[in-house]
């Protein structure tokens, strides 16, 4: 169940159809696909994309994505501090960044300079897909962090961050989730 929240407005949904009409109304993709496979800590990469490939491939055609992996990430991961950090500095890429999350959450945070920040918490079944040249970061969680997520690309090379050096992410680490 997908949480929208606008921080400095003291605003949060969970309304799917709310969230999905503030994302078109501001150029960005929410979805929710059906999600029942419960996978293994040791499941692969294969296993994951396998079970989700009648969504995918579709979905991929209709893009033009040329491939897709999967990230996991928990509390075991191996400097887990340092590629938190990387991902919750503000940046852009060249490519549409997109994620479905077949386990676990995460939150994707939107800075589009016209509007306040807000945020988008993902768990298991939502997909989202950050455009090209958009301002976010994201956060996988400080202790415990728990993502299984699907990454559809174009081309990899389009998910170099480019960093802002903003800071503006710094207003906002204190953020916590009311569910």
Known sequence: MAILSIPTQNYSTSNPKEILAFFNARGLFFDQWSC???F???????EILQAYSKDLKPFMEN??????????????TENYDAIRS???????HTEDEIRFFVDGQGIFWFNLETEPV???LCEKGDL???P???????????????VKAIRIFIDMSGWVPHYTD??????FKDFKINK
């Open 86 to 92: 990387k991902f919750l500095a503000e940046h852009t």
């Open 63 to 76: 893009g033009g994505y040329e491939t897709a992996d999967v990230i996991s990430i928990n509390s075991l």
């Open 36 to 38: 029942h496979v419960i």
């Open 128 to 130: 989202i897909s950050v």
């Open 118 to 120: 807000f945020n988008l």
């Open 166 to 171: 903003s800071g503006i992410e710094n207003e």
């Open 40 to 46: 293994s800590d040791s499941a692969t990469q294969e």
């Open 132 to 146: 090209a040249g958009t301002k976010h970061w994201f956060d996988a969680g400080e202790s415990n962090p728990f």
